[in-house]
Every structure is written in C-alpha cells, then in structure tokens.
C-alpha cells in the first residue's frame, strides 16, 4: 500500500532480504488512481486522496528504496546513469502536461491531472538530489493503455497493455544520462512539461 509508511518500509526491508548483499537496479513507481470528478465537483477528500496516491506514494517508496538503489549504483563505479546501473522511473500521464492538457474534453480528471504534474516536479527534483548518488531519474507515460483506468471513463483506449509494456521496456533499456529529469513517453519522445 503506497500510502501507508509501514507497508512501504515493510516492503523494502522484504526487497533488501531478497537481494541479499546486492542492490536494487530499478524501482518503477505505478500505482496510480483517478476520480472522474469535474473542476467543478472536484472534492477535497479525493484531490487528497489521489495526490496522496499518486505523487506522495512515489516520493515515499523512493525513500525508502534509495539505500538499495545507492548500493546498486556504487556496484557500478564509473558507469554512466541508465536503468541497468539503478534507476526510479516515475509512472506518468500526458494529462499531468501543463503545457499539453490534451483530452480536457474528452475527461478532466483534475485531481489526476494536478497530481501527475506534480509527480513530474518530483521526477525533475529527484533527478537533482539523486544525480550524486548515481540514480537516474526520469518519468514515463505509457500511453492511454486498455486497462481499468484507461477505460474507466467509458471510452476504450487504443493501446495493449502488451504493446505499451513492449515501447516502455525498450525506452527503458535506452535510458542514458541525457535522460535523468526528463519525461517521456512509451516510444521514447519527450513529453511536454
């Protein structure tokens, strides 16, 4: 549960035991939930409620699986940032674009919106904090994905969940330096901040 500390610490402590002595390579931030609300409906308890999830959850598990990433990193000396050295990867959305609030019409998700663009600054921040540690640090659309949420708004995406995962694995696989801070999409452009 990504909004409940002690499953988070609990969490890692089960990962450190996993990998022994070894540290962790990649932690992919996804949990992630929506209300259908309108800017004018929007409620307190769920702009909380998703910004808890979707932005505080992220910065929380990356604390505390920022020991294991540093040990991955330092197993690394010299190597250039990439997800093969160690990695968090902050799941994202288009909607969470300021500068591109593409399908305002087709649903406004506020409370989604505003906590994905959040999440994107945290992307931006963790990138410079973990950058000296050796972290790479970037966000990641997936697309607009037949799962429960892409269809919860009563309209079916155009994506698979398997050709998202397959564009998400080879942007993952590319990620390089240039990449830290950066938010992209599952076929590797860059998303407008």
């Known amino acids: 549960e990504v909004t409940d500390p002690a499953s988070i610490k609990a969490a890692a402590a089960r990962v450190g035991e996993q990998l022994g002595g070894s540290g962790l390579n990649l932690l992919i931030n996804n949990a992630g939930i929506a209300k259908l609300n309108l800017l004018d ?4 308890e769920d702009m909380s409620q998703v910004y808890t999830t979707n932005t505080v959850g ?8 920022l020991p294991l990433l540093k040990k991955a990193a330092q197993g690394s000396p010299g190597s250039a940032l990439s997800c ?17 609030p ?7 998700v ?10 994107n600054m945290l992307t931006k921040c963790q990138s410079l904090g973990y950058r000296e540690h050796g972290v790479l640090c970037a966000a990641l659309h997936p ?5 429960d949420m892409g269809c919860s708004a009563g309209h079916m995406p155009p994506m698979t969940v398997d050709a998202s995962a397959r564009g998400m694995l080879k942007v993952l696989s590319s990620l390089s330096e240039k990449d830290t801070g950066t938010f992209l999409d599952w076929e590797g452009n860059v998303v407008p901040w």
């Open 84 to 100: 093969s050295k160690a990695a968090i990867i902050n799941m994202s959305s288009y909607g969470g674009s300021i500068a591109s």
């Open 102 to 108: 593409s399908g305002w019409d087709l649903m406004q």
């Open 143 to 147: 697309g607009w994905v037949q799962t």
């Open 41 to 44: 409906t929007e409620t307190l």
């Open 58 to 65: 992220p910065l929380l598990l990356s604390q505390a699986f």
């Open 110 to 119: 506020v409370s989604y919106r505003c906590s994905k663009a959040a999440l």
